[in-house]
């Protein structure tokens, strides 16, 4: 069985650093778990079962708020993520499809979505794409695109917006192994809120690191608040990273001292002495 826990903060220590308190348990599953992520409220957590749909749990209460069960053939394989802005909850089917529904939303098909050619590595939010998340694909490829694109046409809001994607930055022989958004100081130029970075790796064993900046570009007037219309991605910058040191041969197993063994001769053969004879003549 899976175990979600988390952890009580515990009491600050002179030098200002937090201590993890005692464990709690949250939930118990007979199935996998695939992944937990934070839910639309600071006490909220998202855990997501590859057979069993998603549930939000309170962290504090320990009590399971809502859930989502999904049909028997549909397979969740990465965790599913609680978008704040569109207030719905985005998830990948069978590593390709990524789907979302609304948070009053009672139930979930699982079906439709957006299909992808390349294998979703992973599903990105910030708060400098408003109403859209990043998906990157095992490729290096990444889409920008607004989460009521992924719900079904008959819960669509009235403004679908249109999808922004980024060829593919990994060649033929890389593959991409990890990707964040990293929001980047304001005021320094060339005034870009965010950059993808993604790590990829050659079949060789070669790491090197894209670094990829973003551009959204905002519809209307409406200054803070307008929407998301398009994000501009600009060339990569790829860093070969050096490759990680070796590990240290490990230390031999120490030799275990010498038993000691004293022995003692064996004790000589009783001497019987030979029975005399006495001849009478």
Sequence with gaps: ADLVSSYVPGSWARCMRP??????????????????????????????????????????SRARITTWSLPAEVRLSHAA??????RCYLAVRDRSSLFGWGEAQAEVSGGGG???????????????LRDAVAAVGVDGSASIIRC???????QKPAATGAVSSAAATASDDQLAMWAALLPLPTGLPPHHPLALLTLLRSRA???????????????GSGGGKAP???????????????PPPP??????????PPRLVVSTPPPPPLFVPPRARVFWP
């Design 247 to 256: 590990r240290p041969p490990r230390p031999p197993a120490p030799l275990a």
């Design 228 to 242: 998301l219309a398009s994000v501009v991605f600009f060339s990569p910058l790829t860093m070969p990273l050096p």
């Design 114 to 128: 957006l299909a992808f050619e390349a294998p979703i590595l992973v599903v990105l939010q910030s708060p400098a």
């Design 205 to 219: 064993g070669a790491l090197s690191l894209s670094v990829r900046a973003l551009a959204p570009q905002l519809s």
């Design 148 to 154: 009521s694109a992924t719900m079904p046409a008959a």
């Design 81 to 86: 993520i609680a978008h704040a802005s569109s």
């Design 19 to 60: 201590t993890l308190g005692t464990p709690v348990r949250i939930l118990s599953s007979p199935t996998r778990v695939v992944g937990v992520s934070a839910g639309l409220n600071p006490d909220e957590l998202v855990v997501t079962q590859a057979a069993q749909g998603v549930a939000v749990y309170n962290v504090v």
